[in-house]
């Protein structure tokens, strides 16, 4: 599914995918047994391809081997030469193979049949990949299609459903490594774990993953930008937990909630003495030394401030306010913009060098909308947490799941979020069902239809519309309470002050 050209949604197809996305991420969130992952993921590729037979096989890069338990529920494995056979050929090479008539092609390997007493008319075999690190850890394969051949169309969703096992392997073998309780192991799991925390398999969302892969070594200033709710402060400390500073602080300072006057005692420090009653204070550049500081919303600097960074970037000195000498600071700068920092360079209102000095990397998140294959997977892993944190045993239907996937999200996934939050809170049987979202937010269609000037609004003002509107039901709801509201709306309770300030909401 293409979620860029909105001619390619296909409902029905969306439909089956969905529901086999949806079983595996339901079990992805309880299912911590590999063996049953496998067996059902099995389960769902042979009834979507309407295949006979469907096989998982993991490999073993020590012997060359690829491996798999023989039947459902049982203990015994089946090990074969993985250079012999097209599901071996798939994970060495990374490739899909599509074979309409196995005993003519070269690369079959009939000893199995021979083995099994099953006879192989066709198959499809597509590697299980890491799209992270590129890592090939085994081959899905799909025996005999009911009618004729596989066809393109099921490469495609052989792939997708491989790519989100491939995921629900990896973590439910992380989790049996936990248990092992190895030290060594766990630095290990925890580092994959931060990244983990970043949930789509869209190729969105997974370049973003391979590009914080790449560069986790190097210390590179990274520039993140996005719609509001895009996970910007998410990727931020990913990039942070997964360099080699990941031990160092990581502080993370709002630009939009600095006023004017405070701006250099907070970036730079303070001396002690520089007026009356002043005591010394750290700033926050050096509080990040040797670790990262993430600006967020930079683009809400003044030009005097953006100065300033820009010779510490330069000269990797700090001058604390009153202070005589310079003191060395070695700081990684994040920062992240809602704004689109070349328009304000063009209005003169950010400064070109500093941007660039910023830019080295640019990650650009992607809206919602953009991704819509991940909001199954999504709304499953805010269901889990909600779940946890609530102790309620509550499902989505897939008609609901369906219905998400269709929404305009002005808001991203922090909205997606708050929405299934919502739901959880207000469920009163075990399944959510279509009736439990009428009150929610309305489909773009719908919206369009009560509103027409609001759908012809920019998305900016939209999000601004709905963030306002989000934040005064939540104060309403919790009696003004800003500390339980900001953590209800997944803010901090500066970040809510700051948004009540621009929107012109009471406290
Ligand atoms: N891909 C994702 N996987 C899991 N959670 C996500 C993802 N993207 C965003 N989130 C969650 O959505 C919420 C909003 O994300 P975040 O605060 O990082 O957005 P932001 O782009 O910084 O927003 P703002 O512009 O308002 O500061 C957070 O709770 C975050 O954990
Ligand atoms: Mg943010």
Request: proline residues 3%; charged residues 30%.
């Amino acid at each position: 599914m293409s979620s860029a050209n909105p001619a390619a949604y296909q409902p029905s197809r969306l439909h089956e995918r969905l529901s086999a996305i949806l079983t595996i991420s339901q079990q992805m969130n309880s299912e911590r047994d590999l063996g049953v992952l496998l067996d059902l993921v099995a389960r769902e590729a042979a009834r979507l391809l309407e295949a006979d037979r469907a096989s998982i096989f993991l490999l073993d890069r020590e012997t060359l081997e690829l491996w798999s338990k023989v039947a459902l529920g049982s203990d015994e494995i089946i090990r074969f030469d993985a250079r012999k056979g097209i599901a071996g050929a798939a994970a060495l090479t990374g490739k899909v193979i599509n074979v309409s008539d196995a005993y003519n092609d070269d690369r079959f390997n009939s000893a199995i049949d021979t083995q099994t007493g099953y006879r192989t008319r066709n198959l499809l075999a597509v590697p299980l990949q890491n799209l992270i690190d590129g890592e090939v850890v085994g081959a899905f394969e799909v025996l005999n299609k009911r009618h004729g051949a596989f066809d393109a169309e099921d490469e495609e969703v052989l792939q997708s459903l491989a790519a989100q096992s491939t995921i629900a392997i990896q973590t439910a073998r992380s989790i049996g490594e936990l248990t092992k309780e190895n030290a060594h192991l766990w630095h290990e799991v925890e580092g994959r774990y931060a990244r983990h925390r970043i949930i789509g398999t869209s190729p969105k969302i997974q370049s973003v993953l391979q590009l914080i892969e790449r560069i986790q070594d190097s210390a590179v200033n990274v520039l993140i930008s996005g719609e509001s709710g895009t996970g910007k402060d998410l990727i931020a400390k990913a990039l942070h937990y997964s360099s080699p500073r990941a031990r160092r602080p990581f502080i993370a300072l709002n630009c939009a909630a600095l006023p004017e006057s405070l701006v250099e005692t907070e970036l730079f420090g303070i001396e002690k003495g520089v007026a009356t009653g002043v005591n010394s204070r750290v700033g926050q550049f050096q509080a990040a030394d040797g670790g990262t500081l993430f600006l967020d919303e930079i683009g809400d600097l003044s030009l005097a401030a953006q100065a300033k960074i820009l010779r510490v970037l330069e000269a990797k000195v700090v001058d604390r306010v009153g202070g005589r000498t310079s003191i060395p600071v070695d700081v990684r700068v994040l920062t992240a913009s809602n704004k689109d920092l070349e328009a304000e360079i063009k209005k003169g209102t950010f400064r070109e060098d500093l941007y660039y000095r910023l830019k080295v990397i640019h990650i650009r998140m992607p809206s919602l909308r953009e991704i819509r294959e991940d909001i199954p997977l999504l709304a499953n892993h805010f269901l889990g947490e909600c779940c946890r944190d609530s102790a309620k045993q509550i499902e989505l239907s897939n008609c609901v799941l369906r219905r998400l996937v269709e929404r305009e999200w002005p808001g991203n996934v922090r909205q997606l979020q708050n929405e299934i939050k919502r739901l959880v809170a207000c469920a009163h049987k075990r399944v959510i069902t279509e009736e439990d979202l009428g009150e929610g937010i309305p489909e773009a269609r719908e919206q369009e239809r009560k509103s027409p000037a609001r759908a012809r609004a920019s998305i900016k003002d939209a999000v601004e519309e709905l963030e306002r509107q989000m934040i005064s039901d939540m104060l309403s709801a919790t009696g003004n309470n800003q500390q339980k509201a900001a953590r209800a709306l997944g803010l901090s309770r500066q970040g809510l002050i700051n948004k009540m300030k621009r929107y012109r909401l009471q406290a």
